[in-house]
Every structure is written in structure tokens, then in C-alpha cells.
């Protein structure tokens, strides 16, 4: 019998999800940054933003999109990247417990004499597990295409940036776990993790337009994130290390959740 069973069947048990957001993942990075050249690195580009208002550019965090470091965080971690990964994170936060509920999994699981937090923990640990793969993933991909596609970006803050993109998804994962754990409801958590990444984006880009709204900017994980670029100045550790703290609260809040209300009611 292995040591963490539930770990063991979370993240053998979703191989096919799995799979299907590393192909989508792939598939935008071979897309995108092989374009990079004839597209973020023209004379063309630079002439586009010169005519796009400069809150729609602060927005979609554009202001660096020419450079190769910058056209990557644009494109991949900051936008196309970080929907993915949080849909899939959040997918899995909110299968976790509240979708095992709905469907009367959860109670024959527990009948096998595994306690509720083991549950969570072990679950939480298959969900790290695949936002880790895909992030390895984004990581090779990128490292692959960084000489073709002209990108210039140093190892170090590629992995940093990893890091961070890790760090945001599984957090936008375990809010989805906690509202799953809260209400035994699978559309619950969904909701509580697509609002937790909705609302750190919209809040990064409106708070970014004014000096009046500025405050918002302390409220969202996307900033937390990406206010600076990891890929052209380096991770910003102390972020990262929050993202994941917190990451491990809420799984923390998830465990006491579920041990302290009855299942299936």
C-alpha cells in the first residue's frame, strides 16, 4: 500500500485532463513565440502601440511587448498562459472535495478510514503536482525556443518567473478548493477560484490606469505577481513566497473546513 494513496489516485486518476492542458499550454507557446521576430520584435509593433491609448496598453501589460523577455510575459505567463493554468487549477481545486461530494464519492472515501484532512492534504499535494508538471512544461518549452525565436531571456529569470506562474495558479486552485470544502458544491469552488483570478487581473489593470485607484493594485495577486517583470528585472521573491504561503493557508482553511461540518448534507 503506498503512503499517500489519495495523492497517488488525484494525479494518476486526471492523466487525460492532464494532458489536455499541457497540449493547449504547448500549443500557444509554439504559436505565439516563434512569432516573435516578425511580430513583437517589428518596426510594425512598435508603430501599433504608438496608436493604442496608453491605459489599454498599461492594461494589457504591452509597455515592454517588444522585446523578447517582454513579448513573453505578455503573451504566455501573463495572459494566454495564466487563463490556462488557471482554468485548470481551478478545475481540479474544485473537483478536489466539492465535486467528490456532489457525486457520493467523498463519503465512500471516508469510509475507508482515511480522516477528512487527509483527504484535503493529500488532494492539495495531487493538485501542486500538476500545476508543477505544467509549469516544467512551460518552463522546457520556452527554454527550447529561446535561441530560434530570438527571445533573450536569462535562465534564472525564466525560472523565477516559473515560480511566480506556479505560485498565482495553485492559488486561484486552492480558493477553489476552500469554496468546494465550504459548501460541498463543485460549482461553488469554481466560482471562488475563477472570481479569486478575475478579480486579481481586472484589479491589476484598472489599478494601473490612475493614481486614484492605485490602492487596487494591493489587492490583486496578479500584481503581487507581475507589477514587475520577472523575465526582464528578475522574480520578485518575497511575491512568490506569498503566493504560495497563501496558497497553503487556504488549503490549510480547506482541511478545517471540511473536518468541521457534516458530509453530504
Same mark, same amino acid.
Given at each position: 500500500?503506498?503512503? =499517500?494513496?489519495?495523492?497517488?489516485?488525484?494525479?494518476?486518476?486526471?492523466?487525460?485532463?492532464? =494532458?489536455?492542458?499541457?497540449?493547449?499550454l504547448a500549443a500557444a507557446i509554439m504559436l505565439y513565440l516563434p512569432l516573435y521576430p516578425s511580430i513583437g520584435g517589428s518596426a510594425q509593433m512598435g508603430e501599433m502601440l504608438k496608436a493604442?491609448?496608453?491605459?489599454?496598453?498599461?492594461?494589457?501589460?504591452?509597455?515592454? &511587448?517588444?522585446?523578447?523577455?517582454?513579448?513573453?510575459?505578455?503573451?504566455?505567463?501573463?495572459? &494566454?498562459?495564466? $487563463?490556462?493554468?488557471?482554468?485548470? !487549477?481551478?478545475?481540479?481545486?474544485?473537483?478536489?472535495?466539492?465535486?467528490?461530494?456532489?457525486?457520493?464519492?467523498?463519503?465512500?472515501?471516508l469510509a475507508h478510514g482515511v480522516t477528512r484532512i487527509q483527504v484535503v492534504l493529500e488532494r492539495t499535494l495531487a493538485l501542486a503536482g500538476r500545476v508543477v508538471l505544467l509549469t516544467a512544461?512551460?518552463?522546457?518549452?520556452?527554454? #527550447? =525556443?529561446?535561441?530560434?525565436?530570438?527571445?533573450? &531571456?536569462?535562465?534564472? %529569470?525564466?525560472?523565477?518567473?516559473?515560480?511566480?506562474?506556479?505560485?498565482?495558479?495553485? =492559488?486561484?486552485?486552492?480558493?477553489?478548493?476552500?469554496?468546494?470544502?465550504?459548501?460541498?458544491?463543485?460549482?461553488?469552488?469554481?466560482?471562488?477560484?475563477?472570481?479569486?483570478?478575475?478579480?486579481?487581473?481586472?484589479?491589476?489593470?484598472?489599478?494601473?490606469?490612475?493614481?486614484?485607484?492605485?490602492?487596487? #493594485?494591493?489587492? !490583486?495577486?496578479?500584481?503581487?505577481?507581475?507589477?514587475? %517583470?520577472?523575465?526582464?528585472?528578475?522574480?520578485?521573491?518575497? $511575491?512568490?513566497?506569498?503566493?504560495?504561503?497563501?496558497?497553503?493557508?487556504?488549503?490549510?482553511?480547506? $482541511?478545517?473546513?471540511?473536518?468541521?461540518?457534516?458530509?453530504?448534507?
Amino acid at each position: 500500500m503506498t503512503k =499517500l494513496p489519495l495523492f497517488t489516485r488525484a494525479f494518476m486518476d486526471s492523466w487525460r485532463a492532464t =494532458l489536455g492542458w499541457a497540449a493547449g499550454l504547448a500549443a500557444a507557446i509554439m504559436l505565439y513565440l516563434p512569432l516573435y521576430p516578425s511580430i513583437g520584435g517589428s518596426a510594425q509593433m512598435g508603430e501599433m502601440l504608438k496608436a493604442l491609448p496608453s491605459g489599454m496598453i498599461k492594461a494589457l501589460n504591452y509597455e515592454e &511587448i517588444t522585446s523578447g523577455p517582454g513579448y513573453t510575459q505578455a503573451t504566455i505567463f501573463g495572459l &494566454i498562459g495564466f $487563463a490556462l493554468m488557471t482554468a485548470a !487549477s481551478v478545475a481540479w481545486g474544485a473537483a478536489a472535495v466539492g465535486g467528490d461530494e456532489e457525486s457520493g464519492q467523498l463519503e465512500l472515501t471516508l469510509a475507508h478510514g482515511v480522516t477528512r484532512i487527509q483527504v484535503v492534504l493529500e488532494r492539495t499535494l495531487a493538485l501542486a503536482g500538476r500545476v508543477v508538471l505544467l509549469t516544467a512544461l512551460v518552463f522546457v518549452l520556452i527554454m #527550447l =525556443l529561446n535561441d530560434s525565436a530570438g527571445l533573450g &531571456i536569462m535562465v534564472g %529569470n525564466l525560472f523565477g518567473a516559473s515560480v511566480i506562474f506556479a505560485g498565482l495558479a495553485l =492559488l486561484t486552485g486552492t480558493a477553489a478548493l476552500l469554496g468546494g470544502a465550504v459548501s460541498g458544491r463543485r460549482t461553488v469552488g469554481l466560482a471562488c477560484g475563477a472570481g479569486v483570478g478575475v478579480v486579481a487581473y481586472v484589479f491589476n489593470a484598472v489599478g494601473r490606469q490612475s493614481p486614484d485607484v492605485e490602492w487596487l #493594485l494591493n489587492l !490583486s495577486p496578479y500584481h503581487w505577481a507581475y507589477g514587475t %517583470n520577472p523575465l526582464t528585472d528578475g522574480p520578485d521573491w518575497a $511575491a512568490a513566497g506569498w503566493l504560495w504561503v497563501l496558497a497553503a493557508a487556504l488549503a490549510a482553511l480547506s $482541511a478545517l473546513a471540511l473536518n468541521g461540518r457534516d458530509v453530504g448534507t
